[in-house]
């Protein structure tokens, strides 16, 4: 397997079983979020900072059971604000356990619905989707008996599982390299990043020592760190 699969499918895994270099500050930061937003976002990332750390506690002595293991990952993964492009977004900031695995900025739920990416004046186009239920939805396919399209994930199906086997695998390579999400160039950051972070010997020793394994895009940036690489505008 790929490293960039790899890692995507534990991020994958964590919807389906949990259910370097700083980089600069984002331009222009904020502009477009009211105050009361802003301070829902704080608390947001508060919270977001003390499950991780409270989770990050279990690598000193993590379960010997593997899919715990893997739970743990996923778990951290989705916590981790560092696998955005200004390490300032996790994935649960969109898809909080307390807002049922949605967006838990009532401010935002209030007003503009879609929530903003690690670059803070970009948007998404709809509100987050819970992910509740998304593992349990199968391949997208076509039932006779109900007459209509089944499973898949999005109301746009475009995590339909074909490709991998799993809607919901599909759907966690999309947000790391979206640029309304965590915006990273590709997904070769990603890796990098997860590589550099405490979870990294866990990882390796559930997925293999070669999880980490990097294939750069092209030979353009095969010498340069993926924080040298340029960041969105």
Known sequence: MTAR?????????????????????PPDANVELSPKALQEIAQVEAEIDR???QTAERLAKPPDNQVQQVELLGKLILFDKQ???YRNEACMFCHMPEAGFTGPVSELNRTKAAYPGS?????????PQTHAYAPLSPVLHYNRGQGDLVGGNFWDMRATGRRLGNPAAEQ???PPTNPVEMGLPDIACFVYRASQRPYRALFESVWGQQAFAIAWPSTRWRNRSPDTRPRPR
């Open 5 to 25: 699969l790899l890692c995507l499918s534990v991020m994958a895994a964590a919807i389906a079983m949990a259910l370097g270099a700083d980089a600069a500050s």
């Open 119 to 127: 670059v803070r004046t970009r948007f998404s186009d709809r509100k």
């Open 172 to 174: 966690a390579q999309g």
């Open 83 to 85: 696998l955005s492009v």
């Open 51 to 53: 499950i991780e750390a």
